[in-house]
């Protein structure tokens, strides 16, 4: 077994494509193989249906060789709330608070509570998230065996990690753990290079846990992020609003966030009513994830890229209780009911864009006043967006003379452009046509020039 490439999502920052594995500590069998049953752990033995720890070792040194860093999403909030299959490896008895294979026992849990009340800091950290056993991590004995867990991984050669449930954990607690954790692995990273950790704090603005009291020693997902986008681009707030996108819209300052438009949790249960954008709609979709990565806020984005599934509970494709991996079809996206955003054209290119804007200011913001934008990035690369209405103006691109590959309806490919030509004057202006219905947006830039 190979563990997958993009399990759940790859995160993309300017130096390198980096890339979140789904957790790969020893996971709790359900029946029905649920996506969220690898967020149930019973050991922190590196063997799930991703692979066993031979296939872990060298997946990530084939992807470290290939430049893309991995990190693994870490559940150390809790335990499995239910039995394991009673085998040797994979035995717990949560009721009792047993899990031999740690070995974790009674006293290294909260005092049993029901996580109610997200209203109570403390309550959200010391009681049971959904009925799993709380681990108390303020204990020394605990914190020993997350941090061996943690070190395991870093011997692997991983870059960092994603910290599940971040939000259920007190800060002290994981600032002391994170601070025990050692250096990366010299065999791929420089000399005294530091995990990068990001957390999961999921923070809308009206909890009582704020992300900000997990900033001083890590960065944090940012949510609001993916909730603003993806109303915005399902017409639910005119793009007008987005010519002071960033801090100013409350978002965190890039460097101390991971932005993203979707991820595994997001996708499926959406927050507050509104729909999360993902492959579901993949127009609009498209069309959120190109303006993040065309946008200059945002130090790391991150891309989700995954499966298909029908009902909220569906784990990935299934081969005899392992995972069954994608297949690539001769048009390079995936087969076996994986949905790999990250091979659609629009998606790929727009990573290009943002590596070849890299640095460069946003200019030339343009609007009709309500539902179509457009701006530049130096004079780089410009994108133009329209949810309502097609546009067809007269735009200052900002970008040299020259014919442009349109990296929405096309790709750049053997010094031709499979879809639109934007022709650029000596001024820097163009006629930019972009057609709602189809695909309501359009990117150009410097390197993708006939
Ligand atoms: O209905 C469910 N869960 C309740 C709603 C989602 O709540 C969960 C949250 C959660 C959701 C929203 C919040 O604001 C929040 O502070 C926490 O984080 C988790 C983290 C875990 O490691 C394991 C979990 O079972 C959960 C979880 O159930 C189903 C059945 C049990 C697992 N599960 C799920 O739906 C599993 C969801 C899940 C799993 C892993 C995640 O990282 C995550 O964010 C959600
Ligand atoms: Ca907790």
Not at 54 to 66: G, P, S
Not at 76 to 101: K, L, W
Not at 250 to 262: A, I, N, R, T, Y
Not at 308 to 321: A, K, L, M
Request: net charge neutral; charged share 20%; glycine share 10%.
């Amino acid at each position: 077994m190979i563990w997958l490439q993009g399990d759940l999502s790859l995160a993309l920052c300017y130096e390198k494509i980096i890339k979140l594995i789904s957790p790969p500590s020893e996971n709790v069998i359900i029946n029905a193989r649920p996506w969220w049953e690898r967020y149930q752990p019973v050991s922190y033995h590196l063997k799930t249906r991703s692979g066993n720890l031979a296939a872990l070792r060298d997946m990530i040194r084939r992807c470290n060789k290939a430049g893309v860093r991995v990190y693994p999403d870490l559940v150390i909030n809790h335990m499995s709330a239910t039995r394991g299959t009673g085998t040797a490896e994979n035995n717990c008895d949560p009721g009792s608070r047993s899990y031999p294979a740690v070995p974790y026992g009674g006293g290294d849990f909260h005092r049993s509570c029901p996580l109610n009340n997200y209203g109570d800091p403390a309550e959200v950290r010391n009681c049971e998230l959904v009925g799993l056993p709380d681990l108390d991590q303020s204990k020394q004995y605990v914190r020993d065996k997350i941090v061996e867990y943690m070190n395991h991984l870093v011997d692997l050669g991983v870059a960092g990690f994603r910290v599940d449930a971040a939000k259920h954990i007190w800060p002290a607690d994981l600032e002391a753990i994170y601070g025990r954790v050692k250096n990366l692995n010299t065999e791929f990273f420089p000399a005294n290079s530091r995990p990068f950790y990001y957390q999961e704090v999921v923070d809308f603005g009206g909890d009582a846990v704020k992300r900000e009291e997990y900033l001083g020693f890590g960065n944090v997902l940012e949510f609001r992020h993916g909730f603003e986008l993806s109303k915005a681009f399902q017409g639910n707030n005119p793009l007008k609003y987005l010519h002071n996108w960033g801090t100013e819209w409350g978002l965190m300052k890039p460097h101390d966030s991971v932005v993203f438009v979707e991820n595994h949790d997001t996708q499926r249960s959406g927050s507050g009513g509104i729909t999360i954008l993902s492959y579901k709609q993949s127009k609009q979709y498209k069309m959120a994830v190109a303006f993040m990565l065309a946008h200059p806020h945002g130090h790391t984005t991150k891309l989700f890229s995954g499966y298909s599934y029908n009902n909220n509970d569906q784990g990935p494709p299934n081969n005899n209780g392992e995972i069954l991996g994608p297949g690539v079809k001769p048009d390079n996206t995936c087969s076996n009911g994986w949905v790999c955003e990250h091979r659609w054209s629009q998606i790929y290119n727009m990573v290009e864009f943002r590596n070849v804007v890299h640095g460069t200011p946003m200019a030339n913001w343009w609007t009709d006043g309500n539902q179509q934008i457009a701006f530049s990035r130096g004079n780089k690369g410009f994108v133009a967006f329209t949810v309502s209405g097609d546009i067809n103006a007269d735009l200052q691109t900002g970008l040299p003379a020259g014919s442009y590959c349109d990296l929405i309806t096309g790709i750049h490919i053997n010094n031709s452009c499979t879809g639109k030509v934007v022709k650029v004057d000596g001024s820097g202006r163009a006629h930019i046509q972009v057609n709602a219905a189809l695909d309501g947006a359009l990117a150009i830039h410097v390197n993708a020039r006939v």
